[in-house]
């Protein structure tokens, strides 16, 4: 079987919290209520965008949820048009990491909430959309914890539970390895602090990208 490393997208590959937070702050304006605390964001942030909604506004109905993750998208896009994607950096260290993983000859893919246009654009704007092999999103799966993505990444990749990592920075993705069967490493410079991250299974948690080829082969 082929060993494969799965990441996450916000928090893990790309710090893009204040783009995400300006675009929800903005779309709840627009519907006229409280914009949630840039912490209360952060926490969700991983989750499909309905689900988000569903969080922050618990006794709204499904139509209002609908309504609230298609404004954020179309908030998002204007965003990018004005060149929001310069917000939304490359961690130190993960291109180094994703080469010393290809050298060590692991398949790398992504599972994010992101929509598959989303990711598409950042990869392609950080010159990396050659160098994932399996690329899953919110558009077609259910939110995480669901280990439906890192299912669905194993199989297009030809790997088993036992030579797969997901890599991820929230504790949706620690429980979404563990619910997979996958091994979950958690990252410390994303949005979760390292205690939720246990908390929702990591069985290690580093704190630079430049422990993460090492870290990978102790355990595969």
């Not at 398949?107 to 950080?126: N, P």
């Not at 092999?133 to 990444?153: E, N, Y």
């Not at 990592?165 to 619910?179: E, K, L, N, P």
Request: glycine share 10%.
């Amino acid at each position: 079987m082929n060993r494969l490393a799965i990441f996450d997208c916000d928090g893990t590959l790309v710090d893009s919290q204040h783009n995400i937070c300006a675009a929800m702050g903005a779309c709840f304006d627009e519907a006229g209520l409280a914009a949630p605390g840039r912490r209360q964001v952060l926490d969700l942030i991983g989750l499909s965008l309905v689900d988000i909604m569903r969080t922050l506004l618990p006794d709204a109905d499904d139509a209002m949820h609908e309504r609230m993750a298609a404004s954020y998208r179309l908030t998002f896009q204007g965003m990018r048009g004005r060149g929001g994607l310069a917000d939304e950096p490359l961690y130190e260290g993960i291109l180094e990491a994703i080469a010393a993983l290809e050298d060590a000859g692991w398949l790398l893919g992504v599972a994010t909430g992101k929509s598959d246009r989303g990711l598409g654009l950042i990869l392609a704007h950080h010159g990396l959309a050659g160098r994932f092999v399996t690329l899953q999103t919110a558009d077609r799966h259910p939110s995480k914890p669901h280990p439906a993505m890192i299912a669905a990444a194993m199989a297009e990749a030809g790997a088993s539970p036992e030579t797969t990592v997901m890599i991820g920075d929230t504790s949706y993705d620690m429980a979404m390895a563990v619910a997979a069967g996958a091994h979950p490493l958690g990252v410390a410079w994303g949005y979760h602090p390292p205690e939720l991250l246990h908390d929702g299974g990591a069985a290690q948690v580093l704190a630079h990208p430049r422990e993460i080829a090492a870290a990978m082969e102790q355990r595969l």
